[in-house]
T-cell receptor
Framework: DTGVSQDPRHKITKRGQNVTFRCDPI?????LYWYRQTLGQGPEFLTY????????KSRLLSDRFSAERPKGSFSTLEIQRTEQGDSAMYLC?????????FGSGTRLTVV | EDQVTQSPEALRLQEGESSSLNCSYT??????LFWYRQDPGKGPEFLFT???AGEEKEKERLKATLTKKESFLHITAPKPEDSATYLC???????????????FGQGTELSVKP
């Protein structure tokens, strides 16, 4: 139990389909982050929420990507019209103490 | 450009063979350097945060140190269960005061054989 729950753990989708991932911090955290990690690389920042406000978006987040945090608790990340290049691990994190706590991630495979 | 570089990319050790992993960083004003452990198919697991040159942190067989340009993760007498990818990250100084984000290195994949 990492303190951040992500669902689903794995998702296989056909190219062109839409997918949605969910992130649930176990306890309340003001700040919530989304990262993307491809094989053999470190995580790359996608976007960040302070409560329900989305305050920062990476240029990696094309217009096919949208993230929400409607009540300042859980968050969703949607990818529309998926492409094979979207295949990656999508990680959610919250700020805790001196560090950041990551969820176990959602592994997306676009076929 | 702010960046983090880790070396080596992969490291194979025999059980009990001590070694060090390197993390070099170039940021304009360090606001924290983080070490994480990542097992296959899982999210990064927090190990240490270091803030200033000369600082050291220890946990079991791991010790992290920090200088003005790099950090080392020393592994003493490693065991097979220490096998994982070790990630280093720094706070992006440009948006630190707005909530922070991490810039990660590409990781070092450590394999410890019995």
């Amino acid at each position: 139990d990492t303190g951040v729950s992500q669902d689903p753990r794995h998702k296989i989708t056909k190219r062109g389909q839409n997918v949605t991932f969910r992130c649930d911090p176990i306890s309340e955290h003001n700040r919530l982050y989304w990262y993307r990690q491809t094989l053999g690389q470190g995580p790359e920042f996608l976007t960040y929420f302070q409560n329900e406000a989305q305050l920062e978006k990476s240029r990696l987040l094309s217009d096919r990507f949208s993230a929400e945090r409607p009540k300042g608790s859980f968050s969703t990340l949607e990818i529309q019209r998926t492409e094979q290049g979207d295949s990656a691990m999508y990680l959610c994190a919250t700020r805790t103490g001196n560090g950041y706590t990551f969820g176990s991630g959602t592994r997306l495979t676009v076929v | 450009e702010d960046q983090v570089t880790q070396s080596p990319e992969a490291l194979r050790l025999q059980e009990g063979e001590s070694s060090s992993l390197n993390c070099s960083y170039t940021v304009s004003g360090l606001r924290g350097l983080f070490w994480y452990r990542q097992d296959p198919g899982k999210g990064p697991e927090f190990l240490f945060t270091l803030y200033s040159a000369g600082e050291e942190k220890e946990k079991e067989r791991l010790k992290a140190t920090l200088t003005k340009k790099e950090s080392f993760l020393h592994i003493t007498a490693p065991k097979p269960e220490d096998s994982a990818t070790y990630l280093c990250a720094v706070h992006d100084p440009m948006i630190y005061n707005q909530g922070g984000k991490l810039i990660f290195g590409q990781g070092t994949e450590l394999s410890v054989k019995p």
